[in-house]
C-alpha cells in the first residue's frame, strides 16, 4: 500500500526558498517514479516535477532551473528544493508514486499535500 506525507511547506517571501520533503512507506521506494504536482487556488493540478528509479529528472517550464527534484533511497524520501520562488508558485504541493520505474505518468499514490504560500 503505497503511502506518502509531505512536509516543508509555508509561508516564504518572494524570492526565498523553501524545501520539500515527502516520507514513503509501504512499496518498493527504489523502483518507482516519484514526482510532484501542484494545485493552486481554482486551478487544476498540474506536473511540477519527476525523478525516475534510475535518477532521470524532468521538469515543468516554469521550474526550470530554479526547483531541483532529489530522492534519498535509504531514507525513502523524495525532496524538492525551490529557489527563487514566486508568487504564481504558491499551492498546494503533493508528491505521488509511480510503479512504472521510467515516469509512465499514470500515478498509484498520492500524498495529502503540504501548502506553499509565496508573498510578494
Known amino acids: 500500500d503505497v503511502q506518502l506525507r509531505e512536509s516543508g511547506g509555508g509561508l516564504v517571501q518572494a524570492g526565498g526558498s523553501l524545501r520539500l520533503s515527502c516520507a514513503a512507506s509501504?512499496?518498493?521506494?527504489?523502483?518507482?517514479?516519484l514526482s510532484w504536482f501542484r494545485q493552486a487556488p481554482g486551478k487544476e493540478r498540474e506536473f511540477v516535477s519527476s525523478i525516475s528509479a534510475s535518477g532521470v529528472d524532468h521538469y515543468v517550464d516554469s521550474v526550470r532551473g530554479r526547483f531541483t527534484i532529489s530522492r534519498d533511497n535509504l531514507k525513502k524520501t523524495l525532496y524538492l528544493q525551490m529557489n527563487s520562488l514566486k508568487p504564481e508558485d504558491t499551492a498546494m504541493y503533493y508528491c505521488?508514486?509511480?510503479?512504472?520505474?521510467?515516469?509512465?505518468?499514470?500515478?498509484?499514490?498520492w500524498g495529502q499535500g503540504t501548502l506553499v504560500n509565496v508573498s510578494s
Open positions: 505521488a508514486a509511480d510503479w512504472n520505474g521510467w515516469c509512465s505518468g499514470s500515478q498509484d499514490g
Open positions: 509501504g512499496f518498493t521506494y527504489e523502483t518507482f517514479c
